[in-house]
């Protein structure tokens, strides 16, 4: 018998559907559309398409949240914030600290999206958030970017 959660029969381990080659494949030609279309000026600013991607991940929700809040001007707040991520040895890039409160910031640390941990119904709901992301940067979803390049090419 098959659990219609997704769960075998002895142990409770979630069996998924594997990722789909093509969808991933998709959705990588989407972040460099999106990279090569990045406005300047944008509240973010990506080093290159995988810091791109982190932070979209992170903006989609798809991230571990860490609030500090502290009575201190917002400014030493944030220098704070950093420290405790170095102190945490994480990369700087796949961390975002972001200020959301007069006393408060917030940092960020996106999900990995490595093939194996990552289902395809997963895979294609956090990939349709990260081209809704794209599209509050770029005034045009990741999916009508590709479309648009498609038509051209």
């Known amino acids: 018998m098959t659990c219609p959660h997704g769960y075998d029969d002895c142990g409770g381990l979630q069996k998924h559907k594997p990722r789909s080659p093509e969808q991933h494949k998709r959705f990588f030609a989407m972040m ?5 279309n990045w406005r300047e000026g944008h509240e973010f600013t990506p080093r290159n398409r995988d810091h791109l991607r982190r932070w979209l991940t992170a903006k989609a929700g798809y ?9 201190i001007p917002i ?13 945490a040895k994480q990369d700087r890039d796949d961390v ?4 959301t409160g007069p006393h408060r910031v917030t940092i960020y640390r996106p999900h990995s999206i490595a093939f194996a941990q990552m289902g395809h119904n997963t895979f294609c709901a ?9 599209g509050r940067g770029l005034g045009i979803s990741g999916a009508e ?3 648009s390049q498609a038509e051209v090419a």
């Open 126 to 134: 956090w990939s349709d958030d990260v081209s809704t992301g794209i």
């Open 63 to 71: 991230a571990d949240q860490s609030h500090i809040t502290a009575q």
């Open 96 to 99: 975002f600290i972001r200020i």
């Open 32 to 36: 460099k559309a999106a990279h090569d």
């Open 75 to 87: 400014g030493d707040l944030v220098i704070l914030a950093e420290t405790i991520a170095k102190a």
């Open 145 to 147: 970017l590709l479309e």
